[in-house]
């Protein structure tokens, strides 16, 4: 069973993809969407000031998420106590943002002939994101590497 436990043991595999994923992939992409996204929408933000106001509140809780998922992967890549909880809160706020996501045009009054194309869109992306951040949270849960991996941590904060 000890020869089981080592070998699951460590920041490998899927787990080291997590951590690939939250500290540098999630984070540039947020960042390359927020870019091209205030890139193609400037040009309409003197005529609709609802519009700024969308991209603001997307880019300042994009720019947050990007920081918390920074956190959460350095976290669990360092093995720090707390990690997986810190991981776990952060696949939850980003799955509660993603849920809200789709209502930020009506919440902000852009008027709703603006592009309709962005309303499929939107739906479309947030589905896929939280069924991106259910399936790591459900791996967090259910990982015998995880368990392993963070186990002494996870007996230290008791």
């Known amino acids: 069973m000890n020869g089981v436990h080592a070998k699951t043991r460590g920041v490998k595999g899927w787990l080291l993809f997590l951590c690939v994923s939250l500290s540098i992939l999630d984070p540039l992409a947020t960042l390359l969407y927020l870019t091209l996204m205030t890139a193609m929408t400037k040009q ?21 998420l990007a920081v918390f ?13 707390g990690a997986v909880n810190t991981a776990k809160r952060y696949l ?4 509660v943002y993603s849920c809200i996501t789709p209502f930020l045009p009506y919440i902000v009054g852009l008027p709703e002939d603006f592009d309709e194309s962005m309303k499929g869109n939107n739906l479309l992306n947030s589905l896929l994101t939280m069924s991106y951040m259910a399936v790591w949270y459900t791996y967090l849960q259910r990982s015998k590497r995880v368990q392993a991996t963070y186990q002494e941590t996870n007996n230290r904060e008791e």
């Open 44 to 64: 309409y933000f003197d005529t609709s000031p609802q519009l700024m106001r969308l991209m603001l509140i997307h880019g300042t809780c994009g720019i947050g």
């Open 69 to 81: 998922s920074i956190y959460a992967g350095l976290s669990l890549w360092r093995i720090l106590p």
């Open 92 to 95: 939850v706020i980003a799955m």
